[in-house]
């Protein structure tokens, strides 16, 4: 999820708000202190526009089939 949030430039708590959770909820993910569920998958690869096989196939990938529309437009 951090390589896709890198790549899109979205922050976090937009990708909470997509996912329907916190934050917190978010953070905990990412960080392994609590696991992605199934749905969570369903929804983020719904989000990013790519299929939830490439999603599970890790950042390379998922990264590698993230549709243009999708990029960071700015630089930070």
Do not use: F, N
Not at 52 to 65: E, F, I, Q, T, Y
Request: glycine fraction near 6%; hydrophobic fraction near 40%; proline fraction near 7%.
């Amino acid at each position: 999820m951090a390589a896709l949030l890198q790549m899109t430039g979205e922050p976090q708590r937009e990708l909470a708000a997509a996912l329907g959770l916190t934050q917190t909820q978010v953070s905990r993910r990412q960080a392994g202190t609590t696991a992605w569920t199934l749905k969570d998958c369903e929804v983020l690869a719904a989000h990013y526009d790519i299929p939830v096989l490439d999603l599970l196939a890790g950042p390379g990938r998922a990264c590698a089939v993230l549709p243009a529309h999708r990029y960071r437009r700015h630089h930070p």
